[in-house]
C-alpha cells in the first residue's frame, strides 16, 4: 500500500458525460501527478501540483482539468468525454515535487468511457 | 530532452531462470535520477529502486538487483531465479529537476517491458 488514495477505483461513463476523479496523497507529500495510461500511448504524465499551486502541464487535453485543495487532496475533472479518453488514470504523491523525489502512485482509477 | 527506451517489449522467461530488463536513459543533466516501477496485473504502480546520478554502485534487494552504468546511460534491472509472481510490466523513468521552477520535477517514463514467468 502507497498511502495514495483514489477514487472511484473503476468507472463506466456514456459519451459527452464528465466526472471527477479524486485523489488524497500520502500522508506530509505536498506534490500530487496525474498520469494517464492507455493501451496506445503508455504512461503520460498530465499535471503537476505543489501544495495547491500547478507546477507542470504535459499532454492534458483542455477537456480535462485539475486542482489541489488546501488540505492537499486533489481532483481531476474530465468533461465532453470521448470514447478515446478510456484510460487507467493514476494519482502520485512526493514529498516536495522536487527532482529525486520518488513518486508513489495510487492504484489508479479505470475509466471506461461507452 | 531527455528519453528513457525499454527496447524489450515483452520477454518470457520459464521460472527460476534469471532474466534482466534494459534501460537506457539520454539526459544532458550532470544531477538526475533513475527508478524502476512494477505494474502487475491487477494495474497498481509498484515504486521498486530509485538510484541518483552520482551513485554508481550496484544494488541487491533479495532476488532484485539493479546495475547502473552512467558510460553507457544504462540502469538494468536483474532478477534472479524469476517467480510467477514477477510476472508484470516494469517500467524504467528518469527524472530531473524543472528549470527555475520549486516543486517541480520532469519524469520521463519508458514505455515499459512485460515479464511473463511461466511455470
Known amino acids: 500500500d502507497s498511502g495514495v488514495t483514489q477514487t472511484p477505483k473503476h468507472l463506466i461513463t456514456a459519451t459527452g458525460q464528465r466526472v471527477t476523479l479524486r485523489c488524497s496523497p500520502r500522508s506530509g507529500d505536498l506534490s500530487v501527478y496525474w498520469y494517464q495510461q492507455s493501451l496506445d500511448q503508455g504512461l503520460q504524465f498530465l499535471i503537476q501540483y505543489y501544495n495547491g499551486e500547478e507546477r507542470a502541464k504535459g499532454n492534458i487535453l483542455e477537456r480535462f482539468s485539475a486542482q489541489q485543495f488546501p488540505d492537499l487532496h486533489s481532483e481531476l475533472n474530465l468533461s465532453s468525454l470521448e470514447l478515446g479518453d478510456s484510460a487507467l488514470y493514476f494519482c502520485a504523491s512526493s514529498p516536495d515535487g522536487r527532482s529525486g523525489n520518488t513518486i508513489y502512485f495510487g492504484e489508479g482509477s479505470w475509466l471506461t468511457v461507452v | 530532452a531527455q528519453k528513457v527506451t525499454q527496447a524489450q517489449t515483452e520477454i518470457s522467461v520459464v521460472e527460476k531462470e534469471d532474466v534482466t530488463l534494459d534501460c537506457v536513459y539520454e539526459?544532458?543533466?550532470?544531477?538526475?535520477?533513475l527508478f524502476w516501477y512494477k505494474q502487475p496485473p491487477s494495474g497498481e504502480l509498484v515504486f521498486l529502486i530509485r538510484?541518483?546520478?552520482?551513485?554508481?554502485q550496484n544494488e541487491i534487494s533479495g532476488r532484485y538487483s539493479w546495475n547502473f552504468q552512467k558510460s553507457t546511460s544504462s540502469f538494468n534491472f536483474t532478477i534472479t531465479a524469476s517467480q510467477v509472481v514477477d510476472s508484470a510490466v516494469y517500467f524504467c523513468a528518469l527524472s530531473k529537476a524543472g528549470a527555475g521552477t520549486w516543486g517541480y520535477q520532469k519524469v520521463t517514463f519508458g514505455t515499459g517491458t512485460k515479464l511473463q514467468v511461466i511455470p
Open positions: 539526459t544532458r543533466d550532470t544531477t538526475y535520477y
Open positions: 538510484r541518483n546520478s552520482f551513485d554508481e
